[in-house]
């Protein structure tokens, strides 16, 4: 039944052949098309999904940068009233010494005993310095002490007035002090050599 006498059988078989072959082509490419598609709106939702969690990290970030940049506009302020308040308290503290001075210096005026007016003083000097080391200030012994370089600044050498001041401070021209451990002020001090 292939061929026929005048060929009609076979063009239709052909056609139908080829349309059956098309028709193959056309699902399977729909079915190509569809895969893509499916494919296609997949990424889509990947990059939808991307660009919100993009759009959050960015939030987040300027949310984070703003509140570090508040912190560090606090610090600063809280950091420069300290500095600007902070010696508030040392001198409060310090206003019953020179209320102190301030009697002494009204009764010096009225007072001829000298015995008293001594007194006076030294109680005024000892109420000072119970209060500096209330404070944490320190003096450094420097006086017939080896000479230390971390403590004591040389001015000047002379000859040791013994064998044992050889290498140690025969006089001290300058109290030297210690804050916390830290030194505040190096003695000032004359080594004997």
Do not use: C
């Amino acid at each position: 039944m292939n061929v026929s006498g005048n060929g009609v059988k076979v063009e239709t078989t052909e056609k139908k052949k080829s349309a059956a072959t098309q028709k193959g082509k056309s699902s399977s490419t729909e079915k190509k098309t569809e895969k893509k598609d499916i494919k296609t709106e997949e990424k889509l939702k990947k990059i939808d999904n991307l660009t919100q969690e993009v759009k959050e990290w960015h939030d987040k970030y300027l949310r984070l940068s703003a509140e570090f940049d508040n912190y560090r506009k606090r610090t600063l302020r809280e950091k420069a009233d300290l500095l600007r308040l902070a010696n508030e308290d040392l001198l409060k503290d310090l206003l019953t010494v020179v209320d102190d001075f301030e009697r002494g210096i009204v009764t010096i005026d009225k007072s001829e005993d000298l015995e008293a007016l001594k007194s006076g003083i030294h109680l005024i000097y000892n109420k000072f310095s119970d209060f500096i080391k209330q404070k944490g200030l320190t003096e450094i012994k420097a006086l017939n002490e080896p000479f230390d370089i971390d403590y004591h600044e040389a001015v000047t050498k002379i000859p040791a007035p013994s064998k044992e001041l050889k290498g140690k401070v025969v006089d001290v021209l300058e109290k030297g002090y210690i804050l916390n451990e830290k030194v505040v002020r190096y003695a000032k001090v004359v080594v004997g050599e």
